[in-house]
């Protein structure tokens, strides 16, 4: 779980995913109300890997398995909404904005 790098305080699970789904960098501790951000891996994990897991895992269910695109869309997506219902527990953060690379 998250835990705060200012109160060291751990985040509860639907107060990190309160967070996530506002889709900014910068989020607000519950505990404490200071400025947090996601770690540079975190980010990564979290926001580097929806968008292109359509462009990769459709055209590759397609391939590999031979499933219509609307069944690999519907796939990907119920793949990405247990990935995204998953990152709470993994959600790291960090004081300042870290690049991303
Ligand atoms: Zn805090």
């Known amino acids: 779980m998250a835990i705060c790098q200012h109160c060291e305080n751990t985040w509860s699970y639907k107060g990190s995913l309160k967070q996530i789904l506002k889709f900014r960098r910068k989020m607000t501790c519950e505990h404490c ?4 951000y996601y770690s540079q891996n975190s980010y990564w994990a979290m ?6 897991a359509y462009f990769i895992l459709i055209p590759l269910l397609n391939i590999v398995l031979d499933v219509q ?33």
């Open 69 to 101: 695109f609307l069944l690999g869309l519907l796939i990907v997506t119920l793949l990405l909404v247990i990935y995204f219902l998953l990152t709470p527990k993994f959600l790291s953060l960090s004081n300042k904005e870290e690049p991303l690379w």
């Open 47 to 52: 926001q580097m890997i929806m968008v292109p």
């Open 33 to 36: 109300k200071h400025h947090q």
